[in-house]
């Protein structure tokens, strides 16, 4: 018995031993998942964070349980699915050990327990990674959301006990899969028929795959320019699901159709194959890629899907960050009203002041027809000189068209967080003075679209001196080092300056007759035609806020990209790494009738350059898309195509580690 | 002389766990030889034959081939060497299964970006040679373990090499097969003048050289020449077979 025992063992020793630079990378990658995995789900349940991020309440226990639950779920899929590699790559060891008489519960249960033993592995290396790295982890979080605050290494009794379970459960579901997938192997026992070059099925469908692919791109060039009806047309949304469609199903065919025919139209073309090791190469990487057709088609979905949720996260913050610096770019600013009771509480605290403005506007009444509402529009207005607007920060102006000294520019709401409607306005009547012709649009409010109601217009200054005004006000904003330092209590007093005055304009049949009456005290009915002016407006909280949330988003976007990128760059590099017995068995002959290492290297770097190039070329492509569904298509600047450079740049990566290995694992065999 | 093996030795294994697998072996090659290298299992035959064939590199020792010492080349080097100057017929043929019979033949030729005429001139000779025409368009799954063998032997001379290194080459096959395959090498050492070098433990096969070295415990213990009567030849192999051990005299061919 102790005999029969210490075989198995043996056996499954060996196993692993054949297989362990593969087994390396699937436990590392496993292990990987199981730290973050583990990390995210103590984070919500430390007490540092708690502290340091009180006014959160229960938002980030809340999104990183959610966020490792989701964690979890992509990792088990990920780890059911590759652990399968390993359970074919041993088919023949396993049909040889029935056929030398071992029962089949011993050889399932051997995959049980060599599959349990991979997963303990895993996650012992993976609860280490969590101890190790939990508060250099927490400390990024701290850093990005620009909390100074220590962060505590916490792990919870609840936690552990989680992870014991899910450890426990995992373990158990995924040895029970690969020893039904074991039992499989064993009750089927003949091979799969080789897949031949069907070649009026593949020409035809890599054809239409092609067909799908233009048109996905000639619909993502339309959907540049459709995006902005989304909110009222149904369009877009048709587009962007055609697209995905397209995408999708042209990618397969693509790959279906055209990968191996193409390798077969050169291994044809007698001049190309018969020179050198191209006579063999074609063959072989013909062979490689019938094998590989779904996982690269699965990897190219998956990376496109990674890019566009780059994309995606990378626009929704800048939308979010453009809102914000419109609504507030200064610190705190005020009107005449309240300037003098902030200097003074500024005073008091010892504000270090970095740099103040001041700017004379005007209100008065203006008419026109808005053609993003489409209807005809009275209102009051809030009128600032050229010289003035100039004299400015430049942050003030960032999302406004340039305009000389003689040019109008009219600042209004964006009506949409996402896209801007860049059209002039024109013909703008305005009370008492002449009427505007035409003026640039801008949606960049100096001095903060809540300071004040309605919209702006930045007029040349002899217009502005010549214009009457119904009110006239002055701005002021401030920038401090190190904030205002304004105190619970001092926000208390000012509190009831928030609101400076109060404007009911009376609307008469023509603007002339039109004016504003101006309320010192709030109005106890409020009407449409009620217009409150701002005392002050504070950055504050509300700048902490989003640094703190933009902080915490970019942890959780960069951890799930590079789990992403581990989880796909480890799938292609197994991929590579298992090759059938046969396949190696044919590198080590060439080796053996004279076929230089290099050359043997070359195809090997021709193997692993197709593997990894294809679905990065065809994903890229795909994101795309990702870009035009924000119709920022003249904005593809730097910063996007810095994001999908790292992406490629850290999928590379991946291709070069796996090229390394995978010569490493022929190399080995070479000198056996 | 055109093979020249000076003193060689290799050891597998390290300290105590070593093995000798060669101890200090020296031996000449004449232009044109067909030279048997025989021996138990273990005695280091192939061992032997991979150094000379720069597949492994020895020890200790030199392997001079038309002059040259192979033992001093680069890895490179001795890759192009082996791929212009010799050809390999192996026990398990050392057939490339994704390539039809035509592709594995012509091979070396193509390794070596031969012009296609060339390619396709030697290819219809040596199918003609070795009376294989019909099997050029067949997968190799599709063929006898005999007609494997020729097809190996047809790829190991299609460059025309100067030196043809056989292991065990008549190992996998029945004793037919094994007569056809060693009349063709026996006519190609004739008619090319290639140098063969084969190592056998099969008496049958060893009576095919011109010359066989008996090789045990990794040293050369005997050898004797054809005295050009087959039968006498194939007699004197037995016997020094049961001298050294590890021979078997039933295992020769019931075809002979």
Wanted: glycine share 6%; with cysteine; hydrophobic share 45%.
């Amino acid at each position: 018995m102790g005999v029969t025992i210490s075989m198995y063992r043996k056996i499954i020793k060996r196993s692993l031993s054949n297989m362990r630079d593969s087994y390396v990378i699937y436990i590392l990658a496993c292990s990987f998942a199981i730290g973050i995995f583990g990390i995210l789900l103590s984070m919500g349940d430390n007490p540092s964070v708690h502290l340091a991020l009180h006014w959160w309440d229960n938002f980030i226990y809340d999104i990183s349980s959610i966020m490792s639950g989701l964690f979890a779920f992509f990792a088990f899929i990920y780890m059911a699915y590759v652990d399968g590699f390993f359970i074919k790559q041993q088919r023949n060891e396993f049909l040889t050990f029935e056929k030398l008489g071992m029962q089949r519960w011993i050889i399932v249960t051997l995959s049980f327990f060599q599959t349990a033993i991979v997963q303990a592995v895993a996650w012992i290396i993976g609860l280490s990674l969590l101890l190790i790295f939990q508060k250099f982890m927490g400390m990024l979080l701290f850093f990005l959301m620009q909390v100074r605050f220590n962060f505590e290494m916490y792990l919870g009794w609840d936690n552990l006990y989680i992870l014991l379970e899910v450890f426990a459960v995992s373990t158990l579901i995924l040895s029970l899969i690969n020893a039904i997938k074991t039992m499989r192997i064993l009750q089927k026992k003949k091979t799969k028929p080789l897949v031949k070059t069907r070649w009026w099925l593949r020409i035809p469908a890599g054809a239409f795959g092609i067909i799908l692919l233009l048109s996905a791109q000639i619909c993502t060039a339309y959907l540049f320019k459709d995006m902005r009806m989304i909110s009222y047309s149904g369009k877009p949304l048709a587009e962007i699901f055609y697209i995905m469609m397209d995408d999708i199903v042209g990618t397969y065919l693509v790959y279906y159709g055209f990968l191996p025919s193409i390798l077969d139209i050169m291994e044809r073309i007698h001049s190309v194959a018969y020179s050198g090791v191209n006579i063999f190469s074609f063959k072989y990487m013909k062979e490689r890629l019938f094998q590989n057709i779904s996982i690269l088609w699965f990897v190219t979905e998956l990376s496109a899907l990674a890019l566009a949720l780059l994309t995606f996260c990378y626009f929704g913050y800048q939308a979010v960050h453009q809102n914000y610096n419109s609504a507030y770019p200064f610190e705190l600013a005020a009107n005449k009203d309240t300037v003098k009771v902030i200097r003074d509480e500024l005073h008091k605290n010892k504000a270090k002041v970095k740099g103040s403005y001041k700017t004379e506007v005007k209100i008065n009444l203006v008419s026109y027809y808005s053609k993003s509402n489409q209807t005809y529009t009275r209102q009051p207005m809030t009128f600032m000189s050229y010289s003035a607007y100039k004299s400015l920060p430049k942050r003030m102006r960032k999302g406004n068209s340039k305009i000389n000294s003689h040019q109008f520019l009219k600042i209004d709401y964006n009506s949409s967080l996402m896209y801007s409607n860049h059209t002039n306005e024109h013909d703008i009547e305005v009370k008492n003075a002449p009427m505007i012709q035409t003026a640039k649009w801008g949606y960049s409010f100096p001095y903060g679209s809540s300071m004040h109601f309605g919209p702006m217009m930045i007029v040349p200054d002899k217009y502005y001196q010549k214009m009457p005004a119904e009110v006239t006000d002055t701005f002021y904003g401030w920038d401090f080092k190190k904030g205002d330092r304004l105190s619970r209590k001092q926000l208390q007093k000012l509190n009831s300056y928030r609101d400076a005055y109060y404007m009911k304009v009376n609307f008469k049949s023509s603007l002339e007759k039109s004016n504003i009456e101006v309320m010192k005290k709030e109005p106890n009915k409020y009407e449409a035609a009620i217009y409150t002016q701002s005392g002050f407006l504070r950055q504050g909280s509300i700048k902490k806020r989003l640094k703190q949330g933009g902080g915490f988003y970019l942890f959780i976007v960069a951890l799930f990209s590079v789990a992403l990128l581990v989880a796909l760059g480890s799938v292609l590099t197994l991929r590579i790494l298992l090759r059938d017995d046969y396949q190696s068995r044919q590198l080590r002959t060439l080796q053996k009738i004279g076929v230089e290492e290099s050359e043997i290297k070359g195809i090997i770097r021709r193997e692993n350059t197709l593997t990894f190039l294809i679905p990065i070329v065809f994903a890229s492509l795909q994101a795309y898309a990702a870009i035009a569904m924000f119709d920022f298509g003249h904005h593809i600047s730097k910063n996007i195509i810095l994001i999908y450079g790292g992406y490629v740049i850290l999928y590379g990566l991946f291709g070069l580690i796996s090229f390394k290995i995978s010569w490493r694992g022929v190399k080995q065999k070479f000198s056996l | 002389m055109q093979i020249a093996v000076k003193n060689i030795s290799k050891d597998f294994g390290k300290n105590k766990t070593a093995v000798h697998a060669i101890k200090d072996i020296s031996l000449e090659v004449e232009h044109g030889e067909f030279l048997g290298i025989m021996g138990p299992s273990g005695a280091g035959k192939t061992t032997l034959l991979n150094m000379i064939s720069t597949n492994d590199r020895p020890d200790h020792g030199q392997i001079i081939i038309d002059g040259l010492d192979l033992t001093q080349l680069h890895d490179r080097d001795q890759a192009k060497y082996r791929r212009n100057k010799m050809g390999f017929i192996y026990q398990s043929f050392e057939l490339l299964d994704s390539l039809n019979v035509k592709e594995n033949v012509i091979l070396p030729l193509a390794l070596n970006r031969s012009n296609k005429k060339l390619i396709e001139e030697r290819f219809n000779y040596m199918m003609q040679l070795l009376n294989i025409e019909n099997l050029s368009a067949r997968a190799i799954d599709e063929l006898s373990l005999g007609q494997r063998q020729i097809v190996a032997a047809a790829r190991a001379m299609i460059n025309r090499p100067e030196i043809l290194f056989a292991d065990e080459p008549t190992g996998s096959l029945d004793s037919k097969s094994a007569t056809i395959l060693l009349n063709y090498m026996q006519m190609i050492n004739k008619k090319e003048q290639t140098t063969i070098l084969m190592a056998t433990h099969d008496a049958f096969t060893a009576s095919y050289c011109s010359r066989v070295i008996f090789i045990k415990d990794g040293v050369v213990f005997s050898e004797i020449v054809n005295p050009g009567n087959r039968d006498k030849f194939f007699e004197q192999i037995i016997n020094m077979q049961r001298t050294i051990g590890g021979g078997d005299y039933f295992n020769v061919s019931q075809n002979y």
